[in-house]
C-alpha cells in the first residue's frame, strides 16, 4: 500500500486482508506439508468445505473490489487500466481479467441483490455464474435463487432455456 490508511473502516478493512492472506498462506503452506493426513477422516471433509466456502466469499469480495477499484477511475499501481493492473497484480490472463471486470461492474451496477448474496454467502460463486448468466443470455427478469447449490440455478437455466425454446418453435411454426 502506497498511503497510510487513518479511517478506522478502512483500517478495519486493511487489517482484515492481511489476517486473511495470513491465513490463507498458513493454510496452504500446512496442506502442501501433508498436514491434511493427519486430520481424522470424518473431521476432513468440514474443513475442505470451510475452506471452499471461504474462498468462494473471497471471490465475491474480489469482485466487488475490482469494481470499486475500476469506479475510482484511477489506474492502480500506474498501469493504464483496471485490465491493466489485474492483467499484473491478479496474475489473470486477459480473458479472465475481461470477464473479471464485466461481472464486477455488472454485479456493482446492475445486480446489486445477487452481489449482495454472494458477499454473504447465501448463494456460491456458482450460483452467481449460472444467474448472471441467465440474465445476459435472455431478455427477461432474472430473481435470485435462494440457494447454496449451483444446481438449483442451473435448473432454472433450463427452464427458462425450455420456454424460451418453445416459444421459438412456437413462433417458428406461426
Not at 506439508?33 to 469480495?61: F, I, S, Y
Not at 489473470?92 to 441483490?113: F, H, P, T
Not at 447454496?148 to 417458428?172: G, K, P
Request: proline letters at 2%; glycine letters at 6%.
Amino acid at each position: 500500500m502506497s498511503s497510510i490508511i487513518t479511517d478506522s473502516a478502512a483500517l478495519s478493512y486493511a487489517e482484515a486482508v492481511a489476517q486473511f492472506a495470513a491465513a490463507g498462506a498458513a493454510v496452504a503452506e500446512l496442506t502442501a506439508r501433508g498436514a491434511m493426513a493427519t486430520v481424522p477422516a470424518e473431521d476432513l471433509p468440514a474443513l475442505v468445505a470451510a475452506v471452499h466456502v471461504t474462498a468462494d466469499r473471497a471471490g465475491a469480495a474480489v469482485h466487488a473490489g475490482v469494481a470499486a477499484v475500476h469506479a475510482s477511475g484511477v489506474a492502480p499501481g500506474g498501469h493504464g487500466s483496471t485490465i491493466g493492473w489485474l492483467l499484473e497484480d491478479a496474475r489473470v490472463s486477459k480473458e479472465q481479467a475481461s470477464g473479471m471486470l464485466a461481472r464486477s461492474n455488472s454485479l456493482a451496477e446492475r445486480y446489486r441483490d445477487t452481489d449482495a448474496a454472494w458477499l454473504d454467502g447465501r448463494i456460491s460463486g456458482a450460483a452467481v455464474s449460472v444467474l448472471t448468466l441467465i440474465i445476459v443470455a435472455f431478455p427477461v427478469r432474472a430473481k435470485v435463487v435462494e440457494s447454496r447449490h449451483a444446481s438449483a440455478c442451473a435448473e432454472q437455466a433450463r427452464e427458462v432455456d425450455h420456454v424460451f425454446d418453445a416459444n421459438a418453435r412456437v413462433a417458428v411454426q406461426a
